[in-house]
């Protein structure tokens, strides 16, 4: 039996796209050879990416609208290094709500000035900062809008004259976003897309060739955009499986539809916490992420029974990260709202226990 699968990343797919990308393994399109092994330069593979890259700006509804997505490599963790590398010329900000805010913003410093636009790093990053103002003087404001490890999401996104720039790895594809307010948005694949390789880059052009800094080849953006994702050998796997994920998608709704079952999870497992006195939740209720639910045992001494539970009901991946502890819930497009109902059955069954 398949089991629930809550892992934070990597995560669940859709089963349609595993069987896909299984046979592609053994005989991909027709050719009786491997996705594996076959050229990155053969025409068959050229499209799976241009494919890839087109799906992605449908999905964004930023068609026509001087954007080019790329499939890098590196994670976001490059990312934190080529956006700084191309973009900070003199002074960069960033809103820090998270361990992977902070590894952004010491990346940053090396190019230029980085401050601290605001932060929640006060109460471990449990919360949003808000009411904070832009300063008019950056290069881009950077942003991480779902923080995988605290549970907490950006629910209004700034207004300002100062380019936008969004680390989306954790809840990409997740809910609708008008996407043209952001000049640059990356995200690592692991969440919503495919397997660990790939990262999505989406780009607006202009924003482009300001920093007088030479930027070596492979960590220029503009590269990336000339060679259409091509430059050096892609991550053919991983892009080919993001773009049966990114067809599913749209053949099942798009992100609208994906949106809608996303919150009927998410209100389905916040009920429960908040309901349950066995429960408590990690994050401010009016920033809690519909893509990861951190909370906790309100009695360490239940940890056992439910953790017997959890495995006995076939429910994976839902420890909290080391530094929150606890529970963390992953539901991305891919989890179905029964494995959501399954992991509540056994909530409400502890407390019938207890």
């Not at 005989?27 to 799906?55: G, T, Y």
């Not at 919360?127 to 991480?144: C, N, Q, R």
Request: glycine share 8%.
């Amino acid at each position: 039996m398949k089991k629930h699968n809550f892992s934070a990343g990597p995560c669940i797919l859709p089963q349609e796209v595993f069987k896909q990308a299984s046979e592609a393994v053994l005989n991909f399109n027709n050719l009786d050879l491997s996705i594996l092994e076959i050229s990155h330069r053969s025409k068959d593979f050229v499209d799976v990416m241009e494919e890839a890259r087109e799906l992605v700006l449908e999905l964004m509804g930023l068609e026509g609208k001087g954007y080019k997505a790329l499939f890098l490599q590196g994670g976001a963790s490059m990312q934190f290094v080529m956006t700084a590398y191309n973009l900070l010329e003199n002074k960069a900000g960033y809103i820090n709500t998270g361990t992977w805010s902070d590894k952004a913003i010491k990346e940053a410093k090396i190019f230029g000035e980085v401050v601290d636009v605001a932060s929640s790093k006060d109460k471990n990053y449990n919360y949003i900062p808000k009411g904070f103002e832009v300063p008019s003087d950056l290069d881009y404001l950077h942003l991480t809008t779902n923080n995988t490890i605290f549970g907490t999401q950006i629910k209004e996104f700034p207004t300002t004259d100062v380019p936008l720039v969004a680390d989306m790895s954790s809840d990409i594809f997740s809910r609708e976003i008008d996407f043209s307010k952001f000049d640059l948005i990356y995200a690592g694949a692991q969440k919503n897309m495919g397997p660990a390789g790939t990262t999505l880059v989406v780009i607006k052009e202009d924003i482009l060739g300001k920093v007088t800094r030479q930027i070596p080849s492979m960590l220029s953006y503009a590269t990336h955009i000339s060679k259409g994702s091509m430059f050096n050998t892609p991550p053919v796997f991983a892009v080919y499986t993001s773009m049966l994920t990114l067809r599913w998608l749209k053949e099942n709704g798009g992100i609208a539809k994906a949106a809608e079952e996303n919150e009927k999870k998410a209100t389905l497992l916040y009920s429960e916490i908040d309901l349950n006195p066995l429960f408590k939740g990690y994050a401010a209720k009016e920033d809690r992420s519909i893509m990861n639910a951190t909370f906790n045992l309100a009695e360490d001494n239940l940890k056992e029974t439910f953790d017997t539970m959890l495995k006995e009901a076939g429910i994976n991946g839902l420890n909290g990260h080391r530094s929150v502890g606890g529970y963390r819930a992953s539901m991305y497009n891919a989890l179905p709202l029964n494995s959501v109902g399954v992991l509540v059955d056994v909530m409400s069954e502890l407390e019938r226990k207890a």
